[in-house]
């Protein structure tokens, strides 16, 4: 049975994109954007570029291009706009990064070149690996918002915008845990007004997108909007918002393998990851206090994925560990190993061993990009609070206080693709398929 569809506003006009943090991953995604535009390279990677839908039964034979089944903004019209502590212009920035290579990178150099990011809110007590010269000056964080709200409203007149989105690329905080100042709207506007020390730099980001009504996606581990205050401000202004941390190398991997284990019913008995990385996103994690954050978000996945207290004789006390070595010459050429010791029948050890030679942005970058056409879908479609059906971007997915996350990768895409069904009053797909066979 089909439902009626929900009112989806067209997405007409420009859409900018507010990246605070205008590094690696944010230029690997503005580059590409503006390589895709000149047709001079693929969106590999991305499912609102290149992926399709299926919809009704398998004999209907209908399967559109997710971007002409919702009305998704276009390319042509993204107009980029960032904060960083550096004063790089995004070409500078990008040849840093050392990820995008010179014959792209020269025919994307003009818009890139005519990118500098504002002044950034940045304090080094909250990222230790890092100073810079490009930041703001105010006497509170409350201040601070202000400033940002002002950049906010400024880009947007500038560029005749008529929607925005905000997406976190910025470095990894160091860890914290949640605090009562977090609990509220009141308490934590009382905290920034009294420089609160649990109010990191990207709350005041994440404040001040949904202050201004622009939804928020946080592409790395930190807490930032994933406390009740943001939760409560994202209702009240009707925002939808999205986090955390990119699912891009390792454990993109590992929440593909899991559900494979499990789904054999194969016991686990260690799982040790590894990770080389030399780019700017290593040297910060190199730090104990920000590698915490990135840690606990990626030990979580196997965990809620094998469900040891359901299935004690194949997962309990399973050992898991995840290491990260800062190591310059590989750049953003990150390896990650993985050894997985299982068992099968009759308790039988076996081992499986992965060795992913990835490009950290580059598994990255399509990931950036679905996740601003889709939160401004969401945003035209009426939706706000948490954005469960975007779990399949992230690491540690947000989800309502009295759920666990899902991780398992292919659940999560049918939860994507039904949520999308579901807005076009298109019928659900359960794969249960009697139909054929009645
Ligand atoms: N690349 C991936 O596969 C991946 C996956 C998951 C998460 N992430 C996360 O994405 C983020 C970006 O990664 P990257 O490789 O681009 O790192 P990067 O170091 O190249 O870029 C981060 C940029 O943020 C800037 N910055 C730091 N604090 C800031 C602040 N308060 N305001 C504005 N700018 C600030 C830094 O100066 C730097 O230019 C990191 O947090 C990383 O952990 C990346």
Redesign the pocket.
Known sequence: MTKSPVQIKNPKGRLGVLI?????????FIGGVEAVKLGIAQPIGSLTQMGTIRLGKRTEKRTPMIKEFVQLASLKDLVFG?????EDDCYK?SKK?GVLEQNILEKVKKPLQSLK?WK????QQ??HR?S?PNVKKGKTKWDLAQMLRDDIRAFKKKNGLSRMVMI??????AFMKPDPVHDTIEAFEKGLKENHPAIA??MI?AYGALCEGVPFAN????LTADIPAMNELSKVNNVPIAGK?????QTWMKTVVAPGLKARLLGLAGWYSTNILG???G???DDPDSFKT?EESKLSVLEYILQPDLYPDLYKNFYHKVRIDYYPPRG?N?EGWDNIDIFGWLGYPMQLKIDFLCR??I??APIVLDLVLFLDLAQRSGMHGIQEWLSFYF?SPMAAPELYPEHDLFIQLMKLKNRLRHLRGEQLITHLGLEYYD
């Open positions: 605070p943090g205008m590094g690696a991953v944010a230029t690997t960032g904060w960083d502590i550096f920035a990064a990011p950034a809110v940045f304090d909250y990222v890092l810079g976190w690329c910025a470095s990894t905080e730099p990207s980001y592409g790395a581990p930190n941390d990119f699912k891009t190398g780019n700017r996103d040297e910060v994690l990135k953003d990150k950290d942005s598994l990255a690491k």
